[in-house]
Nanobody
């Protein structure tokens, strides 16, 4: 079992920045790939970014490529999502998720409760 807790959400103006954190506990964190997902009201949950267990590989959706950066500190069992140049369409509940081994865009096993990000125009 892996427990995940997100933090760092809030209200920001368009063009601003936020950094989300995903703190993990329960297992050897470096064995798990971690992804960030988001869900806006009335829309399906979508993949945002992922990082491999060792942190050497990352993947981004087209909508955030070049604006968001995912990273991890395995000593702190924490994954970060640095979000720059935020747009109103980035408004959503952001959740992190973990899966053993393979980094991917789906089929994650463990999920956090989510944190709200609101970008005003």
């Amino acid at each position: 079992q892996v427990q995940l807790v997100e933090s760092g959400g809030g209200l920001v103006q368009a063009g601003g920045s936020l950094r989300l954190s995903c703190a993990a506990s329960g297992q050897v964190f470096s064995n798990y790939a971690v992804g960030w997902f988001r869900q806006a009201p009335g829309k399906e949950r979508e993949f945002v970014a992922a990082v491999s267990g060792g942190g050497g590989r990352t993947d981004y959706s087209d909508s955030v490529e070049g604006r968001f950066t995912i990273s991890r500190d395995n000593a702190k069992a924490t994954v970060y999502l640095q979000m720059n140049s935020l747009k109103p369409e980035d408004t959503a509940v952001y959740s992190c998720a973990a899966q053993y081994g393979r980094m991917g865009r789906n089929n994650y096993d463990y999920w956090g409760q989510g944190t709200q990000v609101t970008v005003s125009s």
